[in-house]
């Protein structure tokens, strides 16, 4: 045989030659297939049907990686300094933190690699495949390019495939393409520019046989495939830090340099004034300690954990504790339209029959319409509801739920207790007969079939041939037994046909007595098909012929009548049109990419609200025309991308990323994970959603449903806002004692106002006791009527850093101030003075907390007793400072005193007066700077 080029594999236009050249190129033979000695020397050069797993950084490499970021070498140059100081339980403490946040990372890493993994097992299935001109069953994985696979219902395809053969051969390919209805094959040549989604002579890998057989022969393997280019899309995609991420590195840094200019100033000054060194050296080891926020990461940690159980309460799984606060930054949403906006099933909306156009609502057999609706008339649509019910292969079957006991719980009434068995299109046919009054069973007893044709798209149309006992039966309660019997003569067979207008108009032509009814009835398919829908014809006609069986030439000589059309849509979920409003009133941009056609997204689209007027939609082909430069534009105009393939489903989540948007990405299918790993937030479907999919996205819907996505949001917008309050608070203590510290060697102040060890004591606790209280706040009434956070600004603005600035004068002002107040007026000792400083830090602090609560309104917004956990915390502070005030044991360990009630109504005093001027400015700037 001739030697194949397999390298080359990838830039073959298969769809666009002949079986013939196909089989020539791969030099094997439709009728023997590959000889095995073949087969064995291809797989030595091709290498097995599998992905290649990719390489990867070793377990080592990632974990250190963990350690790679500022605020890990704040935290670790924290736990050095505890360690220099003899503090070797803060040491630990510390340390314990990075190393467990470093491992909680490291896993939720390793778990995103598993996405590929994944990917490769969905590969391995077993073949029908010919070979030495014998039928014989192998693992997918031992497949060539070259072999002549057989397929047939309920399999699943294992190779990329040019079909060769086929009969009534459709294939699901949704997890591919996002094509939400099975995909009729044929063997025909297409255009060369022809998308994935349309190219009905190809059979992809994983895709799966829903009716009829085919056989092809094997063109992709492996890493080759359609699914092995999405693997390696998967590993490229590129892995974005979160704002959270970017906004804490920025943070950490600004921090770091401020800390080690703090420490270096103090270094000189305590030089300058002749200080002893080792003094000198300690006091800008205990500055350096001040500063650094050692209750940050923790923060971060419980208010994200927090994020995750509310959000798990409203549908949406997180997979990644970082997504929380992604989803709260989010600006735009890319969505699947399939189930995650539309409630993933098939249903009539529409019936146009004797030129009157129904809702399907409105249609009552036998009787009259819904209020505000017409009447329907009694034969044509009657008939046209008949065809579609009959003229079908598919059934509603009931399926059981299982309760948390093992019992069944069904409720005969709740539609989700019912599922389509077979074709979508021929279950919402059946749904339209039920709603309006038809009885299947009734029916079928009435009109018992006796032989069809199946579709096949030479043909678009399918046919059924019925005996009509509808007369007998009606006469059944009437009758007796005698006349019955007489009736069977009279009982007579009617064809009842479904298909594409084109195919059906020409068998109906001879029943047209009106010469523009042609015109009328195309018109009403258009303007149907214009909204979106997708529009059925019916017809019938009476059988005469003694034969219990129909071929197409019955068909073809006519004499039908027509009955009408029936239209039908995946309508979409009322709560998801709810939710796009509240994203939209949020400042977020709603897109919809989707592998339908452009009419039927662009239509849902409207019906959901993802924009005020028409939507703009493109096509996947009009995108495959867009340079790199020019697609941001495009992507950012945009709502409505259609009949796109993966590789572009990539590109324009990357797109929208270079216009400095943060993206969310949805998506159920293998050919939605490179997007959802490239996406800022990827969002897989719990329902719906393949192994692949989740494994690749950071957080999982439960129900797909887009409003659970408005849901997350909201609730990631409001972890963004606590985190931001905790920050808040906590700077001004780590800035004030730093300051203390500076101004008293600056001042040549002899005893240090407060020691290293008084000020571990004041972040520790007041870090875990007040401001971990912050993250259970709840949201406020506001959070989904502003814009998202521009992710250019820093995490802290610049009316934070005022406020944060004013906090922390009072802070320096206060605790320099009484100390030497004590020292120097009520003549205390230091041990004294120092307790009153660092009771300013406490007090101020918690006065300063309450403020906290909200940062634009009064903490009486958010409800004086709405945060338990804040009122608990500041219980539990106080209880503990006034042991470290008054207990024997905790002044023997924190060189403190006991301090008089003078003292304490001093301090109380100041933390007031805090309290109402921060209050004071928040009213201030929302009165005057914020109309």
Known sequence: MNQVNFFNQTDQKWHNRSTEDVLKEYST?????????????????????KITPQKKQSLLMIFLLQFHQPLVYILLLSAVVSAALGKWVDALVIFSVVVINSLIGFIQEMKAAKAIDALAKSLESDALVLRDGEKMRVSSSLLVPGDIIIVSSGDK?????????????????SALTGESLPVQKQDLLLAEDTILADRVNMLYTSSLVTYGQGTGVVVASGDQTEMGKISTAIASADSYDTPLTQKIAKFSNWLLYLIIAFAVITFIVGMIHGQNIVDVFMAAVA?????????????????????????????????????????????????????????????????????????????????????GGAEAPSYAPLECLRAGLLCNDSKIVKIDKIDKNGDTKNNDNDQENYQVQGDPTEGALIVSAIKTGLDENKEIKKYPRLDSIPFESENQYMATLHLDKSRSAELAGLAGPTVLEGLKGDEKKVIYLKGSLSALLPLCKKSFTDPNEVEKIKAASQNLAKQGLRVLAFAKAEFSSERNTISTTDIAAGGFIFLGLQAMIDPPREEAKKAVRACRLAGIQVKMITGDQVLTASAIATQVGLSDANPIAITGKEISKLSDDELPDVAEKTTVFARVTPEQKLKLVRALQQRKHIVAMTGDGVN??????????????????TEVSKEAADMVLMD??????????????????????????????????????????VLNVASLPLLPVQILWINTTTAVFLGLTLAFEEKSLDIMSRSPRDPNIPILTGELLFRILIISLILVTGSFGFYQLELFYYGSSIEIARTVAINVFIVVQTAYLLNCRSLTHSMFSMGIFSNKWLLGGIGIMFGLQLAFVYSPVMNNLFHTAPV????????????????????????CRSKFFLQ
């Not at 439709?30 to 797989?43: N, W």
């Not at 009630?901 to 004071?920: M, P």
């Open 672 to 689: 939605d994970a490179p997007a959802l790993k490239q996406a800022d937030i990827g969002v897989a479907m719990g329902i719906t959603g």
């Open 29 to 49: 033979n439709f009728q023997l297939g590959l000889t095995q000695s073949e087969v064995e020397k291809r797989i030595r050069t091709f290498g097995p049907n």
């Open 900 to 923: 008089t009630l003078g003292s304490w109504g001093r301090v109380f005093a100041l933390a007031v007066i805090s309290y109402f001027f921060i209050e004071g400015e928040k009213w």
């Open 157 to 173: 395809v294992p190779a990329d495939m040019r079909l060769i053969l086929s009969k009534n051969l459709q294939i699901n390919e």
């Open 704 to 745: 797909d449903n887009f409003a659970s996505i408005e849901a997350a949001v909201e609730e990631g917008r409001c972890v963004f806002d606590n985190l931001i309050k905790f920050i808040s608070w906590t700077i001004p203590t780590n800035l004030g004692q730093g300051l203390v510290v500076l101004l008293a060697i």
């Open 287 to 371: 500055l350096a300690v001040a500063a650094i926020p050692e209750g940050l990461p923790a923060a971060v940690t419980v208010t994200l954990a927090i994020g995750v159980k509310r959000m798990a309460k409203r549908r949406a799984i997180i997979r990644k504790l970082s997504a929380v606060e992604t989803l709260g930054s989010t600006t735009v949403i890319c969505s699947d339209k399939t189930g995650t906006l539309t409630e993933n099933q098939m249903t009539v909306q529409y019936l146009w029959s004797n030129g009157v156009e129904y809702h399907i609502s409105d249609i009552r057999i036998g009787g009259a319409a819904d209020s």
